[in-house]
């Protein structure tokens, strides 16, 4: 069974290129997110730890940690972050696991129990290795995206759905399709109407089981 949605993450501890801790000391009281890439110096990886590295102050606004993977050792990673700062034009200061013995991928349930890496490995050997993990403060993983290697992720979705996760945990509230911040949100079945309109001061029903409301400013 892999790591599923509401799972205490592994406390593993980790080789990055920014010295050795353990994942749950790292996160502390924080939100995560985890980046895993099959191979440094691989074109679409790159941009994307670009992206990560131009949304630092985005990241830091939500409280949030991130962290990168990928099966590279450390020196790589080193040198590998000059070619992301080069492209995305911003410092890369998060770190990236050195995961070339697969204990990360392998426990985030990335890669096969079986999976090794043979000499002369290429991004193919480790593909599936493509993933976003969001992590809260108490060390559960909150969502989970993987993507084929062909296709780069959209960082303003990650952005959208932690700012998702976070207004729904703060709030006891649902999002719906699309939702971004300010856009009303979706009143819980549990809450009467007449709880919701003291808390919300009204709220549209748009089916009996499907309520909306505006969050107060």
């Given at each position: 069974?892999?790591?599923r949605?509401?799972?205490t993450?592994?406390?593993?501890?980790?080789?990055t290129?920014?010295?050795?801790?353990a994942?749950?000391?790292?996160?502390?009281?924080?939100?995560?997110?985890?980046?895993?890439?099959?191979?440094?110096?691989t074109?679409?990886?790159?941009?994307e730890?670009?992206a990560?590295?131009?949304?630092?102050d985005?990241?830091?606004?939500?409280?949030?940690?991130?962290i990168?993977?990928?099966?590279?050792?450390?020196?790589?990673?080193?040198?590998w972050?000059?070619?992301?700062?080069?492209f995305g034009?911003?410092?890369a200061?998060?770190?990236?696991?050195?995961?070339?013995?697969l204990?990360?991928?392998?426990?985030?349930?990335?890669l096969?129990?079986?999976?090794?890496?043979p000499?002369?490995?290429t991004?193919m050997?480790?593909a599936?290795?493509?993933?976003?993990f969001?992590?809260?403060?108490?060390k559960?993983?909150k969502l989970?995206?993987?993507?084929?290697?062909n296709?780069g992720?959209?960082?303003?979705?990650?952005?959208?759905?932690?700012?998702?996760l976070?207004?729904?945990?703060?709030?006891?509230?649902?999002t719906?399709?699309?939702w971004?911040?300010?856009?009303?949100?979706?009143v819980?079945?549990?809450?009467s109407?007449?709880?919701?309109i003291a808390?919300y001061?009204?709220i549209e029903?748009k089916?009996?089981?499907?309520?909306m409301?505006?969050?107060?400013?």
């Amino acid at each position: 069974m892999g790591l599923r949605i509401n799972d205490t993450i592994p406390n593993l501890t980790v080789e990055t290129d920014q010295g050795a801790f353990a994942l749950h000391d790292w996160i502390g009281d924080s939100w995560a997110i985890l980046f895993s890439h099959p191979k440094d110096f691989t074109p679409v990886c790159t941009t994307e730890f670009g992206a990560v590295a131009q949304l630092a102050d985005e990241w830091a606004a939500r409280g949030t940690k991130v962290i990168g993977v990928s099966v590279d050792g450390v020196e790589d990673h080193k040198k590998w972050k000059g070619d992301i700062e080069s492209f995305g034009g911003a410092p890369a200061g998060f770190p990236i696991i050195a995961d070339d013995g697969l204990e990360v991928s392998k426990a985030f349930d990335m890669l096969p129990a079986e999976a090794y890496m043979p000499d002369g490995r290429t991004p193919m050997h480790s593909a599936t290795v493509r993933s976003v993990f969001i992590i809260g403060p108490d060390k559960q993983l909150k969502l989970s995206m993987t993507y084929p290697m062909n296709v780069g992720r959209n960082f303003a979705e990650v952005l959208r759905a932690l700012d998702g996760l976070q207004t729904a945990a703060r709030e006891n509230v649902a999002t719906p399709a699309n939702w971004t911040p300010g856009a009303d949100v979706v009143v819980p079945v549990a809450v009467s109407d007449e709880d919701a309109i003291a808390k919300y001061g009204s709220i549209e029903t748009k089916l009996p089981y499907l309520r909306m409301a505006k969050l107060p400013e």
